[in-house]
């Protein structure tokens, strides 16, 4: 079931990034009373009572001039315009927008401005169901300061919630109302047997290219402009008697010129498309290597457990000797250090070369992914680790591991019995999973080692 998803909108420096954090309760956003210090888009997961979502935080300017250290002029046409492209994205992808206001400022005619630029992009929206709106009045830290909220009701934006994010005060009222306005969760109506392949990645990576090339047909629009597929798309298709789901998440379209900063929510999506796939396919460019927006989507795969490989497109573009794939590849293991069970292909989306192997590493993956070994298999594997490499203890008493048993897949997870899961330190842990990896490869897949303490019977 895909998480709904929470949109921060607002003028700058009304404390959208604290609430982000206190949202996502971790410290993510830069924080500054400087207007516009958050220049690019954040994304995380939250919960509250029993609900996840995640929490995107729009900042206060436009990402596209995040070079820029000139502090953003309220009324200027640059503030206009990244409260427009705010409001795009948040009618775009959320279920519920959060407008937040400033309880010591008051209502400003900039929050009359954006509530504007909300209700006119709201009535051109071509989205089946719009998402409400709640009206966050923050900074109310004090009782003068909660007052002050009530004159919020002047925009029209019904009730105004009354918190203070830095302290916490009144967020917890703000939750138990949104998640009241999520979606129903949508229930599958049928089973599905097929392979879940999300083609993740960058834009302009090639994405589009790949799936048109894989299904042999023009399904995606294919342009040299970042952010040419505006939604996931999803393909099926069957192969040597095999079924596959393709999710196409190559960014966002938007009608006529592309809003600067706009395609970079396309991570929002990707994240999406990460949880409903068994396999993540993540192109990356050749031309460019491995970029930060690269590690951040393999990331991504590497927290939501699902398994994964690498397609370095463009391969044509590069200059090469019988040792530039290897000096490649060893750059891209160095970057992508958490991943090192990732298989890695060269391809070339635009000329077909060596798209033919993608599919079939992509059922010898999931084929992994779903593999189940014995207790015996696997306990003979950590007795042999033990043998070889005892764990280092520092408290003077040795970390034991007794028996394990496989009791999942997708991913495969192992229960480990030992003397004290706490003794278990994540670098023997690394070396256990290892010691299963030389046996079973578990190509492409993450592996999940849980600890469980053994209790003795009387």
């Keep these: 079931m895909q998480k709904p998803v929470i949109v921060l909108v607002g003028r700058p420096n009304v404390g959208k990034s604290t609430l982000f954090n206190r949202l996502v309760g971790q410290r993510l956003a830069i924080i500054d009373d400087i207007p516009g210090t958050t220049r690019d888009r954040l994304l995380a997961e ?8 995640y929490v995107v935080d729009t900042g206060g300017i436009d990402p596209g001039k995040q070079h820029s250290q000139k502090p ?5 046409a640059d503030f206009v315009q990244d409260i427009r492209a ?21 209502v400003t005619q900039a929050d009359h401005e954006v509530v504007d630029i ?3 992009r709201r009535s051109k929206s071509d989205r089946q169901h719009t998402p409400p709106i709640l009206l966050v009045v923050n900074k109310a830290d004090s009782e003068q300061t909660r007052q002050n909220a009530y004159d919020f009701y002047s925009l029209g934006m019904g009730e105004p919630y009354a918190i203070s994010a830095i302290h916490g005060t009144g967020t917890g009222d703000l939750l138990d109302a949104v998640v009241a306005q999520f979606p129903e969760p949508i229930e599958d109506e049928e089973e599905d047997d097929s392979i879940k392949i999300a083609i993740v990645g960058k834009p302009n990576a090639g994405k589009s290219s790949l799936l048109n090339k894989i299904t042999g047909q023009q399904r995606s629009i294919v ?9 996931a798309i999803d393909t099926r298709l069957t192969k040597d008697g095999q079924e596959y789901t393709l999710i196409d998440t190559a960014g966002i379209r938007k009608r006529g010129s592309i ?9 929002l999506r990707a994240m999406q498309a990460i949880e409903r796939c068994d396999v993540a396919v993540l192109v990356v460019d050749a031309v460019d290597g491995i970029t930060a927006q690269d590690t951040h989507i393999a990331g991504y795969i590497n927290d939501a457990w699902k398994s994964v490989m690498l397609v370095i497109n463009k391969w044509d573009l590069i200059e090469k000797d019988h040792l530039t794939a290897l000096d490649f590849e060893k750059h891209v293991r160095r970057e992508l250090n958490f991943l090192p069970y990732v298989p890695i292909i060269f391809i070339s989306a635009e000329t077909g070369q060596r ?15 779903t593999r189940k070994i014995s207790t015996a298999q696997l306990n003979k594997i950590l007795v042999n680790a033990q043998d070889k490499h005892q764990s280092p203890s520092g408290i003077g008493r040795p970390f034991r591991i007794y028996y394990g048993t496989q009791v999942n ?19 023997y842990m690394r070396f256990i999973e290892n010691q299963i990896r030389e046996t079973f490869p578990f190509k492409g897949t993450p592996i999940k080692l849980v600890l469980k303490q053994r209790v003795r019977r009387e």
């Design 259 to 267: 809003i600067p900063g706009v395609e970079k929510y396309s991570v």
């Design 409 to 427: 897949t997708e991913p495969p997870t192992f229960l480990l019995y030992c003397n004290d899961p706490k003794l278990g330190h994540f670098t």
């Design 72 to 76: 953003l002029s309220i009324g200027s």
């Design 86 to 106: 705010q409001a795009e994205i948040a009618l775009e992808e959320a279920d519920v927008i959060l407008l937040v206001t400033d309880a010591i400022e008051g």
């Design 223 to 231: 342009s040299n402009i970042p952010g040419t597929t505006r939604d």
């Design 46 to 53: 939250g919960d509250w009572a029993g609900h996840d979502f």
């Design 118 to 120: 909300l209700r006119r």
């Design 355 to 369: 798209v033919h192997q993608v599919l079939p590493l992509v059922k010898e993956i999931q084929e992994e992914r």
